[in-house]
């Protein structure tokens, strides 16, 4: 397979658009998506952006890496939804940031953030989603004796003190993506 092909069978295995895809490279319209997937000779520097956008390696996109040796991973249920996001990131589920309240952990209002079921106890200062009264939240967890508390990150700081019972860890945050 060439670039051209590619770019975009990885961009359809996202879901993305042309317009999706030239607005995270900082495109102002789909022509020169459709370009590079005709075939136009690209720079260096726009299969680095490409690889980055469409979360592969550059040496995958470069003909370097066969396909037998990508490793681009099994669908990752997105929550909430009857979503799955194929990626390479190594992660059990994927969380939509519904609002801001996890600004200052540099988490904004839809990015999408990947986490990893945990059996060990988690750590305080750890990014996670919880269930917490029919709600999942991601907040950073911290840990008082026996009351929990989940803070968010943004201007107005909120915590919920809970008990251990009163919750359901559902994963620590792994990774992050977020469209430009």
């Known amino acids: 397979m060439n670039l051209a092909e590619k770019v975009k069978q990885r961009r359809t295995e996202l879901g993305l658009s042309q317009d999706e895809l030239a607005k995270m490279m ?21 299969v680095h952006k490409l690889a980055e956008s469409l979360n592969v390696p550059f040496s995958y996109l470069m003909g370097i890496e066969t396909e037998e040796k990508q490793k681009i991973g099994s669908p990752i249920p997105l929550l909430n939804t009857a979503q799955t996001i194929n990626t390479s990131i190594e992660a059990d589920f994927c969380l939509y940031a519904t609002d801001h309240t996890m600004k200052y952990a540099h988490i904004d209002k839809n990015d999408l953030v990947f986490f990893k079921k945990t059996s060990q106890q988690v750590k305080s200062g750890t990014i996670i989603a919880v269930q917490y009264k029919g709600e999942t939240l991601i907040r950073i967890f911290y840990q008082y004796d026996h009351l929990l508390v989940l803070r968010n990150a943004d201007d107005h700081p909120k915590e919920i003190v809970c ?14 993506q977020r469209k430009l």
Do not use: F, M
């Not at 900082?26 to 726009?46: A, C, D, F, H, W």
């Open 26 to 46: 900082g495109y102002t319209s789909r022509s020169s998506i459709n370009k590079i997937e005709k075939g136009r000779p690209v720079s260096q520097k726009i």
């Open 163 to 176: 008990r251990k019972e009163d919750i359901t860890i559902l994963g620590k945050a792994v990774s992050l």
